[in-house]
């Protein structure tokens, strides 16, 4: 079974930069799409960005596009998601995910494909 561990998450200003990582255990990670979706106050989960197992391609979601980059670590069994530039508006709960199937615009809208962290919290104020 896959477990995910988010860390990382906390407090910034805007303009200001975080780095989420998320480390696995149970099985090696490169066996899935690793993705991370986030839940602003009041909004629906948004899927922000995934990186594909077999080639390495990456999904921005456009609000993120240009400011988010999301890398992996086979050796370390983690991934990354590197945040510049935050604005308030990406404040939210983050979730580490890892879908079986796929790294779309869809990845992990089916939960049973879908391993999940417990989230860490964003916030983006001044």
């Known amino acids: 079974q896959l477990q995910l561990v988010e860390s990382g998450g906390g407090l910034v200003h805007p303009g200001g930069s975080l780095t989420l990582s998320c480390s696995a255990s149970?099985?090696?990670?490169?066996?899935?799409?690793p993705a991370w979706v986030r839940q602003g106050p009041g909004k629906e989960r948004e899927r922000i960005s995934c990186i594909d197992k077999n080639d390495g391609s990456t999904y921005y979601a456009d609000s993120v596009k240009g400011r988010f980059t999301i890398s992996r670590d086979n050796v370390k069994n983690t991934v990354y998601l590197q945040m510049n530039s935050l604005k308030p508006e990406d404040t939210g709960v983050y979730y580490c995910?890892?879908?079986?199937?796929?790294?779309?615009?869809?990845?992990?809208?089916?939960?049973?494909?879908?391993?999940w962290g417990q989230g860490i919290q964003v916030t983006v104020s001044s």
């Open positions: 995910a890892a879908d079986v199937l796929r790294c779309s615009a869809d990845v992990c809208l089916a939960e049973s494909s879908c391993y």
């Open positions: 149970g099985r090696r990670l490169d066996y899935y799409h």
